[in-house]
């Protein structure tokens, strides 16, 4: 008697990453799994995006590297970027607002200044009472001529080594109005006022400034959002009335519009 064929079931990919819908189980896997804290892991550390997919949607570059963007080329000046393009064996220092900037201003500085960079993680202050090769890696890699950077929102989550040889410190300020304006600018392709701006929180975190960036909805919507939330943030920090009035938010907005 014939044995009936085995069939594998396969389920096709999206062509665009867009339509693939993600978890925020699956977004950031535990640390505790690594034995380490603090750390930000991706579900694939390997994994990239071809040119053609790390816009936004409806051909829009993504608003969190327009933020992001902008806020490095306002801690840099010219001749500092040149140096990082150029020169060999430097230890680079790079200061961010808040953990949340870790990972996406490593990546840019890995997208614009090349693979010559050894990007270091930042470590818990758990990890760093324990035995730790990071010290090692760091020495390593600047005496064999390779250029090595750390990114961190805690100069002492990052190796003693790279901290004591730094060749530059750069450090990236919550963005005011104009790194704002500039983001805007790069995400609609249309500049806006900077008054529109001006009343903005510097402590509002960079999930809460790209999750006012929406495409096809202009600059000064943008910007409108940007003043709501700020104003939403100043006035009630622990969102109690938001919570408990949601009606609140809505007019607000329908303030701002009139």
């Known amino acids: 008697m014939k044995k009936p064929s ?4 396969y389920r096709m990919l999206p062509k665009n990453l867009a339509a693939l819908r993600a978890s925020p189980e699956a977004a950031v896997r535990p640390a505790e799994e690594h034995g380490r804290t603090n750390e930000i892991f991706w579900p694939n550390d390997s994994f990239e995006l071809r040119d ?16 992001v963007a902008a806020a490095f080329e306002a801690a840099t000046t010219p001749a500092v970027r040149r140096r990082l393009h150029h020169s060999q064996a430097l230890a680079a220092v790079v200061l961010v607002p808040s953990p949340f ?8 500085f890995g997208e614009v200044f090349g693979d010559r960079w050894r990007l270091i993680r930042p470590l818990s202050v758990v ?7 990071a010290e090692m890696v760091v020495a390593a890699e600047l005496s064999s001529g390779q250029s090595v950077a750390g990114v961190s929102a805690d100069v002492s989550a990052l190796p003693r080594s790279l901290v ?26 249309r500049a806006v006022s900077e008054d529109l701006l001006e009343t903005c929180d510097p402590n509002l975190d960079l999930p809460e400034i790209v999750a006012c ?3 096809g909805s202009g600059a000064p919507r943008i910007a ?10 100043r006035t009630d920090p622990g969102l109690q009335n938001f919570i408990a009035n949601p009606a609140a938010v809505a007019g607000a907005n329908q303030k701002e519009t009139q």
């Open 164 to 189: 004591l040889s730094a060749d530059m410190t750069i450090r990236i300020f919550p963005p005011p109005a104009a790194v704002l304006c500039a983001a805007i600018r790069r995400f609609a392709g």
């Open 127 to 133: 990890a760093e009472r324990r035995p730790t090769n």
């Open 101 to 108: 900037w870790v990972a996406p201003t490593s990546g840019h």
């Open 52 to 67: 053609d997919e790390a816009g936004g949607a409806d051909g829009h570059p993504e608003a969190i590297r327009c933020v």
């Open 6 to 9: 085995k069939s594998i079931t």
């Open 224 to 233: 409108q959002r940007l003043a709501i939330a700020s104003a939403l943030g």
């Open 213 to 215: 960036f929406r495409p």
